[in-house]
Structures are given as structure tokens and as C-alpha cells.
Nanobody, 116 residues
Framework: QVQLVESGGGLVQPGGSLRLSCVAS????????MAWYRQAPGKEREMVAQ???????TYADAVKGRFTISRDHTKSTVYLQMNSLKPEDTADYYC??????????WGQGTQVTVSS
């Protein structure tokens, strides 16, 4: 049984920063990739950033240069450092982990609100 627990969300002013954490039960090297997704009210869930087992990273165009995904395998944790936050970054952020071909795990989400 895989559990993913996110934390670090909150209210921040435009231009501010937040760091999200996702702690996995067990080793994160079990997963082919881990990612952060977000879902804003009335919109579909979208991938924000992904890191593969080989440490290759991918970012959505909307966050390139502002967000950084990283991991600490000793803590079974994946991070999302979010800088220069904008109101349009407001969303629920979800941690995701995959073990192909069938296993796709999600955390419960953490809310990020960017507002003055």
C-alpha cells in the first residue's frame, strides 16, 4: 500500500514563495516517476512538474523558471519549490507517483492560494 502525504500549502502574496512536500511510504525509487499536479476551481487537473527515477525533470510552460521539483530519497520526499507566485497559481496541488503499467497513486492534496 502506497501513501503520499502532501504539506506546505497556504496563503501567500503575489511574488512570494512556498515549498510543498510529499512524503511517500517507503522508498521513492520504487516509482518510475513522481510529479506534482494542480487543479484550480472549474479547471482540469494539470501536471506542473515531474521527476523521473533517473532525475530527469519536466515542467509545465506556465511554471518554467519559477518552480523547481527535487527529491530527497533519504526522507522519501519530493519537493516543489514555488517562487514568484502568481494569482493564477492558486489551486489544489497533488502529489503523484507511478509504477507502470497500472499503478498510479495520489495524495490528498494541499491548497495553495496566491492573493493580496
Amino acid at each position: 500500500q502506497v501513501q503520499l502525504v502532501e504539506s506546505g500549502g497556504g496563503l501567500v502574496q503575489p511574488g512570494g514563495s512556498l515549498r510543498l512536500s510529499c512524503v511517500a511510504s517507503g522508498s521513492i525509487f520504487r516509482f518510475d516517476a513522481m510529479a506534482w499536479y494542480r487543479q484550480a476551481p472549474g479547471k482540469e487537473r494539470e501536471m506542473v512538474a515531474q521527476i523521473t527515477r533517473a532525475a530527469r525533470t519536466t515542467y509545465a510552460d506556465a511554471v518554467k523558471g519559477r518552480f523547481t521539483i527535487s527529491r530527497d530519497h533519504t526522507k522519501s520526499t519530493v519537493y516543489l519549490q514555488m517562487n514568484s507566485l502568481k494569482p493564477e497559481d492558486t489551486a489544489d496541488y497533488y502529489c503523484n507517483a507511478i509504477i507502470p503499467p497500472f499503478h498510479n497513486y495520489w495524495g490528498q492534496g494541499t491548497q495553495v492560494t496566491v492573493s493580496s
